[in-house]
C-alpha cells in the first residue's frame, strides 16, 4: 500500500522537545519533495518545514526558523521533524507530505508556503499539544 504515518506526537510543555517520524510504504522518498504541515483547530493548514530530494534546498517557517530541523534517512524511507523549545502556538495536527520532484517546477519554498500546491501523498497526522 502507499501511504505516510507519522508519529511522534504527544502532549508537552513549553520549552519541550518533541521528535516527529513519518515513515513511508509503497513509494521511494528519493523522488520525492517532502513536507511538513500543520493545522490549529479552526485554521488553516500551514507549511512549517520542507525539502527537496537532493536535499539541496530546505524551507522553515519563520515562526519556526532556528527551533525546527527537517531531515531525512533514505535507507528508513523515514523523514523527520525535530521540534525543539516548542511554544503553545505550535500546537496543532501535524502532517507529512511528499511530492514526486517531476511535478514540482518552482523551488520548494512555494510549494512549502502554499500547501494547496503541494500535491502529493499526505499522511493522516499526528497531534502536537504544547501546554503549560
Known amino acids: 500500500q502507499v501511504q505516510l504515518v507519522e508519529s511522534g506526537g504527544g502532549l508537552v510543555q513549553p520549552g519541550e522537545s518533541l521528535r516527529l517520524s513519518c515513515i513511508a510504504s509503497g513509494i521511494t522518498l528519493d523522488y520525492y519533495a517532502i513536507g511538513w504541515f500543520r493545522q490549529a483547530p479552526g485554521k488553516e493548514h500551514e507549511g512549517v518545514s520542507c525539502?527537496?530530494?537532493?536535499?539541496?534546498?530546505?524551507y522553515y517557517a519563520d515562526s519556526v526558523k532556528g527551533r525546527f530541523t527537517i531531515s531525512r534517512d533514505d535507507a528508513k524511507n523515514t523523514v523527520y521533524l525535530q521540534m525543539n523549545n516548542l511554544e503553545p502556538e505550535d500546537t496543532g495536527t501535524y502532517y507529512c507530505?511528499?511530492?514526486?520532484?517531476?511535478?514540482?517546477?518552482?523551488?520548494?519554498?512555494?510549494?512549502?508556503?502554499?500547501?494547496?500546491?503541494?500535491?502529493?501523498?499526505w499522511g493522516r497526522g499526528t497531534q502536537v499539544t504544547v501546554s503549560p
Open positions: 507530505a511528499a511530492a514526486e520532484v517531476a511535478y514540482l517546477d518552482r523551488p520548494i519554498n512555494y510549494y512549502c508556503s502554499t500547501p494547496q500546491a503541494f500535491r502529493g501523498l
Open positions: 525539502m527537496e530530494h537532493n536535499d539541496l534546498s530546505k
